[in-house]
């Protein structure tokens, strides 16, 4: 399938040579490209260029883009999205006084998403699942992180990672799968939090290993889940297994999660919404990428990441959603990018690449995806008719997207 975008308005995140990541003051240049062709070939980003030098190539659809500005797919590098049944109930009881912490203390929260999970059968899980995957697509996402964590035994966890996987083989966007069986304490192992953690280790992981069902390793390395103790026993374990870490640290409270991270070569360390001096120099000069999840921080009302402070002192950053039942039931990352601009003060380029290629990094596709660049993935976003790219997180309650084509295939269909 050829695929030729013509009159492009402004083709953006066009990298001739691809980076791998972007860093501090490299995150305020977003390369474009002024009434642009674009040439997409059986997946693949074939060539592109300038209108006045639009060679005659042939193609199988044509897309007149004339007012339109096409981006690459946003990169979510942090979801939740296979769950079951939802917890609006919660947000009620949020909006009626009681904490998070509260919730989860009266059996709510991620316990109640385990008991749910577990009941649900796999071809439900599914379905349910599948659902909310279509709409991130045709929300412009072409690659997403996906975590276990919400089953919690080892045969309901096996159960959401074979349901991420098999997401991923049955759509076009690239999904990479995560191990969270450390999300939380079940109640099984009440009182018994070591016990849970040896069964993670001895029983859980060689599973998930041998089935080659994630790819990275994940662990809520907080007050009242787990400690920094526990987060290193499970990634030194993990390592074995060649599992890559993406850890949850700093959402609540700084207890030396991020050192963890880096020192286990964490791919990213993610939410950070509490942050220390500490924390930032143990990021310096490592390869780890730091994650914001500003749609959480909107949710929860809790402290936004302080995202300038990262970028400031030269660090990179990458966005991405938390899409969850409990503290972001949200998979749109244009309100991510929005809500980076508008409550973080990033510029809209700033957002754009923490959203793309920072966001690819965080799930190690940079290689394939989050920019405009020969024989990457065919993963694209055809905007509306806007003014310019900043109108993007300007207009933030809009829907601004008119079709998103991931790995060459069209995700709206047009009356
Ligand atoms: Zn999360």
Redesign the pocket.
Known sequence: MKILLTHIKELLQVRDTPVERLCGDQMKTLPTIKNAWLYLVDGKIDNYGTMDALPNLEADKLINCSGRTVLPTWCDS???LVYAGNREQEFVDRINGLSYQEIAANGGGIIHSAKKLQATSEQDLFSQSENRLNEVMRLGTGAIEI?S?YGLTLDAELKMLKVAKKLGEKHPIKVQTTF?GA?AVPPEFKNNKQGYLDHICNDMLPKVADEKLATFI?I?CEKGYFTVADTYQLLAVAKKYNLIPKI?VN?FNAIGGVEAGVQHQALSV??LEVLTDNDLLALKGSKTMPVA?PS?SYFLSIPYTPARKIIDAGLPLALAT?Y?PG??PSGNMNFVVATACIKMKLTPEEAINAATINGAYAMDISGSHGSISKGKSASVIITKEIPSYAYLPYSFGSNLIEQVIINGQLMIKKI
């Open positions: 942090h979801s939740h975590k964590g969270l999300h994940d809520f949850h959402q993610d939410h999840l959480c938390d969850n503290s972001t």
